[in-house]
């Protein structure tokens, strides 16, 4: 249980001087910045309390936030993903899910694909409406909602074949 | 009452969201209608230091391209010394003077998003305020909102709230300054009539209506222009002379009038 806190907390940091050094400076293409603090929500243990969960999802959004001046969007979509998530992971995983002894280990490659690119998914869409404000801007939103998402699933599935969850 | 209670813990996660989420759309919406939040932006300590320690890196390997840009503006500044009448003496008293210069580096850059901030790496403890204007050896960059003892934020012109006075270059035509969030090489100028005779081409610049910036600062050069919905005023597009992806030492400006232009502006309009 300890070093699952130590590991998570690690991760938090990490992840957080990742997005706002690296990732929010890349403008790949003059606007994609990918954001793959997402990959969070993909690593955090599948049994957990859902409040400490949606905490936890609520400071991380809020620290990016914090560091690129966005105030409060990061978090909104960070918030709603982790709220989601139990949602989410009864339509990849199915009823399985529910099971005690479930674990990555029994699911297929697609199924976890499928989670990652949800969550990577209503991530985005979130972040991007808040972040507009308004619907003339709707195009703007859908073309940024899909070209960083691709580029955001990439790079999150690059990372969790790198830095695997299983090892724990 | 047991039940209220019963209903409410069966429902936590939903009011944990619910009650997040309202603290989150709060500050949003604050600060998409008036400044950033003042406690949580990047001229804060943390903030400042991390992104202070990234920049101290990461400006090593432009070092050249930038002193490259230093020496051709000290060589524009030369020529205009050189050829400014010389029987004008130079004010070497610094308290007649109107305008104090301060320089800084960005540690902070975005484009990308529709309200973009910089950071610099000045703050209240080398005489940094609210309100005073930003900008390059080409252009334009934005105001400073917030400030920490070491840290300040800018409000960049790219950012949907920012407006700035501007006018073409040589007339006394002005008109507000504004951003789309669509290309973050073009900003807008709106409320220019359409009587006035436009170019393609033509220069913008600062106007003189605002007590943050002087008068005749570059902006960019008009790429397009129409006329708007009601028919009677100008929509166009300026191309910034700034490269905003690429921005390392920038200028403040310290109007030293200013207190006493808004004292009297304050004065006006409160009789």
């Known amino acids: ?168 | 009452m047991q039940r209220i209670i019963n209903f409410i813990l069966s429902y936590r996660n939903a009011f944990l969201y619910a009650f997040l989420m309202l603290i989150c759309l709060v500050m949003t919406i604050r600060s998409h209608s008036y400044h950033q939040s003042k406690f949580f932006n990047s001229s804060k300590w943390v903030s400042g230091t991390i992104y202070g320690t990234a920049a101290n890196i990461s400006s090593y390997f432009s070092l050249r391209e930038e002193n490259q840009r230093l020496v051709t503006e000290n060589e524009q500044l030369r020529r205009l010394l050189f050829n400014t009448a010389q029987n004008q003496p130079i004010l070497l008293d610094s308290t007649q003077l109107d305008y104090e210069v301060i320089s800084a580096n960005v540690i902070k850059n975005s484009f990308s998003s529709p309200r973009n901030y910089l950071t610099i790496d000045r703050g209240e403890n080398h005489g940094i305020a609210t309100d005073m204007g930003v900008i390059t050896t080409n252009g334009i960059l934005g105001i400073v909102e917030h400030t920490s003892s070491n840290y300040a934020t800018v409000l960049s012109v790219l950012n949907t709230k920012s407006r700035i006075n501007a006018k073409i270059k040589n007339t006394d035509n002005f008109g507000s300054l504004e951003w789309d969030a669509q290309d973050y090489t073009t900003v807008q100028l709106k409320d220019i009539p359409r009587l006035v005779p436009l170019v393609v081409g033509d220069t913008i610049v600062t106007g003189a209506m605002s007590s943050i910036f002087p008068e005749n600062i570059p902006i960019g050069v008009i790429k397009k222009y129409d006329l708007d919905t009601s028919k009677s005023f100008y929509h166009i597009d300026v191309e910034l002379f700034n490269d905003m992806s690429n921005i390392k030492n920038v200028y403040l400006i310290i109007n030293k009038n200013k207190k006493e232009i808004l004292e009297l502006q304050a004065k006006t309009e409160d009789e």
Not at chain 1, 37 to 58: D, E, G, Q
Request: glycine share 4%; net charge positive; proline share 2%.
């Open chain 1, 1 to 168: 249980m300890n070093s699952t806190l130590l590991i998570n907390g690690l991760r938090f940091v990490l992840l957080v001087l990742t997005q706002v050094l690296i990732f929010n400076t890349l403008n790949f293409l003059g606007f994609i910045n990918p954001l793959v603090y997402v990959i969070f929500f993909y690593w955090y243990p599948l049994k957990s309390n859902r409040a400490i969960f949606m905490l936890t999802a609520f400071l991380l959004g809020f620290m990016i936030d914090f560091f690129s001046d966005t105030l409060a969007v990061h978090s909104i979509a960070s918030l709603t993903v982790a709220y989601a998530r139990p949602v989410i992971m009864r339509f990849c995983f199915g009823v399985n899910y529910e099971f005690q002894n479930f674990s990555f280990r029994n699911t297929t490659k697609i199924q976890r694909l499928t989670f990652l690119g949800l969550l990577v998914l209503i991530h985005q869409v979130v972040y991007f409406s808040i972040e507009a404000m308004s619907l003339s801007h709707f195009l703007l939103i859908l073309k940024k909602v899909f070209t960083t998402g691709i580029v955001t699933l990439v790079i999150c599935a690059l990372f969790s074949s790198l830095f695997s969850p299983q090892s724990e």
